[in-house]
């Protein structure tokens, strides 16, 4: 029973640094600047006409 007392007031300290530091990341984050979306990768539109298709050549005609 001595024990329980400072027992209960460690998981209480630590419920509440707990919460103090969710808290206090969740404010850092909320005063940090939003980020722009910008795309890493951007593929550009193809030509407006398409191209003639490509003939084969002489070497390498299909095989049945």
């Known amino acids: 029973m001595p024990r329980l007392l400072p027992a209960l007031l460690t998981c209480v300290l630590a419920a509440a640094l707990a919460v103090g530091t969710a808290f206090g990341i ?4 909320d005063r940090t600047p939003e980020q722009p979306n910008v795309p890493l990768v951007s593929f550009h539109e193809g030509p407006a006409s398409p191209s003639p298709p490509a003939s084969p050549s002489p070497g390498t005609a299909e095989r049945d």
Do not use: F, M, Q, Y
């Not at 969740?26 to 984050?29: R, S």
């Open 26 to 29: 969740v404010a850092v984050l």
